[in-house]
């Protein structure tokens, strides 16, 4: 069910039943020469609406939040970022908006890095504050332990603009991935990748780590990985989502 395709009234109906709330994040931000810069917004809002259409009606999807925290990307252009209290304030009023009509169960779905860190910390804060806390789900961390049958070196392969993002760019809009543009091989290899376990952490811009922008092997990818890719990301999501809605009952 679409958060914006209901009236106030159903959605006063909807609140006292318990329904919860999903609202997808990413940001508008390069994706090296072939991903759309709306790819990680994109990816969350498709996730978002699979998740929620398996939890028949005890889920609403809010309208997708594109802009994100992503200073690191703006050396390249197209790139829009949100300062750090920015969107620190802009999910906190959300969030603050729909605990106010009752609601007990907010998941944020979340598609870019940047934004892990801030969205984190201020899950903690709100739970001070109103007592209750938005559940944060990056995607790719709920594969973590199955990317290993998808790609022989994640930690290599899986950064960004990567193998996993540009797979299942051409799974969910293909129409938009420039394939003659795809890079081949590795890009950017010291820069930060999805699948690492470093201990150490710099928060220089993309440009310093990578020419092309892009972190990772993205001539990896297929239209097959793709959606071998999405249907376990919506497997994975759905089982959290739905034990979240569960306990906080």
């Known amino acids: ?123 903690a804060d709100l739970a001070r504050e109103c007592g209750r806390a938005p559940l944060i789900v990056t995607y790719w961390e709920t594969i973590n332990r199955e990317i290993h049958e998808f790609f022989a070196e994640p930690e290599l392969v899986c950064g960004h603009a990567c193998a996993l993002e540009t797979s299942l760019a051409l799974h969910l809009f293909p129409q938009l991935v420039r394939r003659e543009a795809i890079p081949s091989g590795r890009s950017g290899e010291t820069g930060p990748h999805m699948f690492e376990t470093a201990a150490a952490f710099e928060g220089l811009d993309f440009g310093k780590f990578s020419a092309n922008g892009v972190i990772g092997d993205p001539s990896l990818a297929s239209v097959e990985v793709g959606a071998r890719l999405f249907a376990l990301l919506v497997d994975k999501l759905t089982v959290t989502v739905a034990q979240y809605l569960r306990r906080q009952r």
């Not at 978002?48 to 690191?72: I, Q």
Request: aromatic share 6%.
């Open 1 to 123: 069910m679409r958060y914006s395709d209901e009236t106030s009234p159903s959605l006063r109906d909807l609140f006292a039943r318990g329904v919860g709330a999903l609202l997808p994040t990413g940001s508008v931000e390069q994706h090296g020469p072939h991903l759309p810069v709306g790819t990680d917004a994109m990816i969350a809002e498709a996730l978002a609406h699979a998740v929620v259409a398996r939890l028949s009606s005890d889920c609403l999807v809010l309208p997708a939040l594109w802009y994100g925290f992503a200073p690191h990307h703006m050396s390249f252009k197209g790139t829009v970022t949100l300062r750090a209290d920015t969107y620190l304030a802009l999910i906190a009023d959300i969030s603050r908006s729909i605990f106010g009509h009752g609601v007990r169960h907010l998941v944020i779905l979340n598609g870019h890095g940047g934004n892990i860190a801030p969205l984190r910390m201020l899950s």
